[in-house]
Nanobody
Framework: VQLQASGGGLVQAGGSLRLSCAAS????????MGWFRQAPGKEREFVGG????????GTDSSVKGRFTFSRDNAKNTVALQMNSLKPEDTAVYYC????????????????????WGQGTQVTVSS
């Protein structure tokens, strides 16, 4: 599975961005899809994900109520809608695909994913 993330950019605090992750080479319908981010000088962190079944999981408390995860299996894409953005949301955002057989605990960290997109930069100015 090849993943291509897009939609990042520069936005003012309080604004919105919608990230997309397009898959090719295989259908994502049998994959759990996660979103991670990595800020400068920090480790990559899990933001949240959406199960192959459509249920979301593991939404980080720092983004709960502001970020929404969705998927369109027919289009082989997943999306991350980010509202009320804050400067601390500034990071490179990555999408990742993990087998549907992975249990929840493994999906909360990078080890639960088999395929990664290249990342898209999100910069939120104050």
């Amino acid at each position: 599975v090849q993943l291509q993330a897009s939609g990042g950019g520069l936005v003012q605090a309080g604004g919105s961005l919608r990230l997309s992750c397009a898959a090719s080479g295989s259908t994502i319908s049998t994959y759990n899809m996660g979103w991670f981010r990595q800020a400068p000088g920090k480790e990559r962190e899990f933001v949240g994900g959406i199960r192959w079944s459509g249920n979301t999981y593991g939404t980080d408390s720092s983004v709960k109520g502001r970020f929404t995860f969705s998927r369109d299996n027919a289009k082989n894409t997943v999306a991350l809608q980010m509202n009320s953005l804050k400067p601390e949301d500034t990071a490179v955002y990555y999408c990742a695909a993990g087998s549907k057989t992975k249990i929840l605990s493994t999906l909360l960290n990078s080890g639960g994913y088999d395929y990664w997109g290249q990342g898209t930069q999100v910069t939120v100015s104050s």
